[in-house]
Nanobody, 129 residues
Framework: QVQLVESGGGLVQAGGSLRLSCATS????????MGWFRQAPGKEREFVAT???????????YYADSVKGRFTISRDNAKNTVYLQMNSLKPEDTAVYYC???????????????????WGQGTQVTVSS
């Protein structure tokens, strides 16, 4: 069983930055692909970013077009933590952000939320204009 706990959300002005963290339990973190998703009020949960497992010390990251160039996903296997650095935030980035995990050791981790087996409780990000 894997448990995920997000943190780092908050209120920020447009153009600002936030860094989300997702701490995980479990001894096999390095073999999990990790994803970030978000859900705005009245909308479906959508893909934000994903990062592959990291062996041998190489990983692959993929982004939604809406965040490409502004957001960066990274992972620290020593800390069992995945991060989402969000820069140049826009009001349309306002949502609850969720961290997710799936046991997957390929180079192309899934972008579909149904493919992920474990989810955090979410953290609110609000961007004011």
């Amino acid at each position: 069983q894997v448990q995920l706990v997000e943190s780092g959300g908050g209120l920020v002005q447009a153009g600002g930055s936030l860094r989300l963290s997702c701490a995980t339990s479990g001894r096999t973190f390095s073999t999990y692909a990790m994803g970030w998703f978000r859900q705005a009020p009245g909308k479906e949960r959508e893909f934000v970013a994903t990062i592959s497992w990291s062996a041998p010390s190489i990983y692959y990251a993929y982004y939604a077009d809406s965040v490409k160039g502004r957001f960066t996903i990274s992972r620290d296997n020593a800390k069992n933590t995945v991060y989402l650095q969000m820069n140049s935030l826009k009001p349309e980035d306002t949502a609850v952000y969720y961290c997710a995990a799936v046991s997957y050791t390929g180079n192309y981790p899934p972008r579909e939320n149904y493919a992920y087996h474990y989810w955090g409780q979410g953290t609110q990000v609000t961007v004011s204009s």
